[in-house]
């Protein structure tokens, strides 16, 4: 088994990052295998390697090894480009033609960019990699094929499996062994080390003095995000290299060939949408109506509590945070409460009379309100329902963090829930 560095000069791989090590000992463990194996990273990475050195590793060496780019090929045709087709099997298929996996029986297939494929190839190529198996477009004639399968993407595959737009059982047979490159910015080390290896490049392919940084332009180099990766690299080294008069490049001159995508700071703006965010204004004004009723409910234990003892101090002071919690900071300068000399005096309930008592009532400056009839107040029950429930579905059951969006207190939702029977 050959080593890392002995395959890396083999390859051309420049680069002593671990995560880059780690990458290339699991494609030369796997490579004398037929394991498939699904190549991940950011594009630009360089995944097209990891092919090939398991199909230089492997007992296929001596067969063809296929590279193919299903984001390249257009969905009509691409079962065609795969599988192949029979004459007459659609317009403009003159003559019967074979497919890569038939060209390429007993060797290696590289599927760059699967997370491409449209859903009905990837029916085919799961039957592929199951019992190696295909029908040619247009065929009832099942052939069958004996390829070893590496494949490579950029696309977050779980994401794309809860949007429905790759089969997971697809993904679970191509990612048998999964090997993950390390974008360029997790590789500092390496960013000088590479440009100087293009620069090198470009130097003999264009007959010129090879650029060099300063030292204030390496740091710039690799401080750099490097959002296209190694690609994006290779391209301002060979812009640098037929550009540039001054072969001595410095941190100035190559700042301005570096895009400018914002500085690295953390971003304070959330860009994506809070959980706890309303997306429509009926569920807003129903939380305001839940907000109102929960305030209600905290008077009324006030009110019972001013009834019960009578003596407003230990009321006020019993029941501070209750009181911070509806008037917030004016209760000094709005809420009083009437002192009597009497200490047990309670509430007066006015008895009921014949005679209404409109002095009282004009008095009252809450007259105006209307009283709630109990449809309404159901109504209001079920909203209130409503947004328990969809507070506990955001935040997974968790029920601090849903009393927490709802502004009320863990012991008062549980009550909630077992009122609700939830």
Not at 131 to 158: D, H
Not at 233 to 248: D, G, K, M, Y
Request: hydrophobic share 35%; with cysteine.
């Amino acid at each position: 088994m050959e080593s890392v560095q002995a395959i890396k000069q083999r390859f051309g791989i420049i680069g002593n990052t671990p995560a880059l090590n780690r990458a290339i000992e699991k494609a030369i463990q796997v490579a004398p295998t037929d394991i498939s194996v699904l190549v991940t990273g950011e594009s630009g990475v360089g995944k097209e390697s990891i092919p090939k050195i398991i199909h230089q590793l492997s007992h296929r060496k001596h067969n063809k090894y296929i590279a193919v780019n299903c984001g390249a090929i257009p969905e009509g045709t691409i079962d065609s480009e795969l599988f192949g087709h029979e004459k007459g099997a659609f317009t403009g298929a003159t003559q019967t033609r074979s497919g890569y996996f038939e060209e390429a029986d007993g060797g290696t297939i590289f599927l760059d960019e699967v997370g491409e494929l449209p859903l009905t190839t990837q029916v085919r190529l799961l039957r592929v990699l199951e019992n190696g198996e295909f029908l040619k477009v247009g065929s009832s004639k099942v052939q069958k094929t004996n390829v070893r399968i590496v494949a490579a993407t950029n696309v977050n595959m779980f994401e794309a499996i809860q949007k429905e737009k790759f089969r997971e059982d697809l993904f679970y047979r191509l990612s048998t062994v999964d090997i993950n490159l390390p974008p360029l910015r997790e590789r500092q080390e390496d960013i000088h080390l590479l440009f100087r290896k293009f620069a090198s490049d470009f130097a003999l392919k264009y007959k010129m003095p090879t650029v060099k940084l300063s030292e204030n332009a390496v740091q710039l180099l690799v401080k750099y995000h490097w959002s296209g990766n190694i690609r994006q690299l290779r391209n301002i080294a060979e812009q640098l290299s037929v550009l540039e008069q001054n072969r001595t490049v410095s941190a100035e001159t190559l700042r301005n060939y570096l895009p400018t995508t914002g500085n690295n700071l953390p971003a304070v703006i959330k860009q994506t949408k809070a959980e706890s965010d309303f997306s429509s204004e009926r569920e807003i004004l129903y939380k305001v109506l839940f907000d109102m009723k929960s305030d209600l409910n905290d008077l009324k234990k006030l009110t019972m509590e001013l009834m019960k003892n009578g003596n407003t101090k230990d009321v006020e002071k019993n029941n501070e945070s209750l009181i911070q919690k509806i008037y917030g900071n004016d209760t000094d300068d709005d809420i009083e409460f009437e002192e009597h000399s009497n200490d047990n005096t309670f509430l007066s309930i006015p008895e009921h009379t014949s005679t209404p008592i409109i002095e009282e009532a004009v008095n009252d400056k809450y007259h105006f309100a209307e009283e709630i009839e109990e449809e309404e107040t159901l109504s209001l029950q079920d909203k209130e329902l409503e947004l328990i429930k969809k507070s506990l579905e955001r935040h997974s059951g968790k029920r601090k963090l849903a009393a927490a969006e709802l502004g009320i207190s863990e012991r008062t939702l549980y009550r909630k829930i077992k009122q609700y029977d939830l």
